[in-house]
T-cell receptor, first 115, second 112 residues
């Protein structure tokens, strides 16, 4: 089962910041928070990941709370092309002993960017 | 740099038939993972191949099998197709097992 909880859907106005929350209250110390998104009928696209510090790249920013039990993905200026399902996933970055490092997807948040 | 590619794009089969789906990993990636995504659901992990060996399997029956080749491309084989096998099949590659996975566009399989 997925170890994260996300709202089913959210709306955002084009040009505004989209803030997508994720709860991961059972996250372990060695687990990272990953975000992927999936535009309709395409393969998921990696966005960003982090351990405990806030992270930023050309696509988004990731804010992780100090207790690491929740995080927020921020798309600073949402466009219509950002309409997608966004998945928050917790995952060990470096598996020990040859363990499988699979991604466990939940149902994600459908972000609808409105014109 | 070429990304992850999958073939075919779409496929229609009938119940009981067998199917082979193909995946070419991104250049430099030695790990391939396969996922099944039913309509309206998140992707579900099928199995992972690392340097040509199976490296973990999800909750899928043995009629789902795979291969990874020396060039790290991979195949997913499904025998005795069932109606519930209709789904989008996704392949993802990564540099070793611990790094972020990059997905292909998927193969849409319809079983009639």
């Amino acid at each position: 089962d997925a170890k994260t909880t996300q709202p089913t859907s959210m709306d955002c106005a084009e040009g505004r910041a989209a803030n997508l929350p994720c709860n991961h209250s059972t996250i372990s110390g060695n687990e990272y928070v990953y975000w992927y998104r999936q535009i309709h009928s395409q393969g998921p696209q990696y966005i960003i990941h982090g351990l405990k510090n806030n992270e930023t790249n050309e696509m988004a920013s990731l804010i992780i709370t100090e207790d690491r039990k929740s995080s927020t993905l921020i798309l600073p200026h949402a466009t219509l092309r950002d309409t997608a399902v966004y998945y928050c996933i917790v995952r060990v970055a470096s598996p020990l002993g040859g363990a499988t490092n699979k991604l466990i997807f939940g149902t994600g948040t459908l972000l609808a960017v409105q014109p | 740099e070429t990304g992850v590619t999958q073939s075919p794009t779409h496929l229609i089969k009938t119940r009981g038939q067998q199917v082979t789906l193909r995946c070419s990993s991104q250049s430099g990636h030695n790990t391939v993972s396969w996922y099944q995504q039913a309509l309206g659901q998140g992707p579900q992990f099928i199995f992972q191949y690392y340097r040509e060996e199976e490296n973990g399997r999800g909750n899928f029956p043995p009629r789902f099998s795979g291969l990874q080749f020396p060039n790290y491309s991979s195949e997913l084989n499904v025998n005795a197709l069932e109606l519930d096998d209709s789904a989008l099949y996704l392949c993802a590659s990564s540099i070793d097992r611990g790094n972020e996975q990059f997905f292909g566009p998927g193969t849409r399989l319809t079983v009639l």
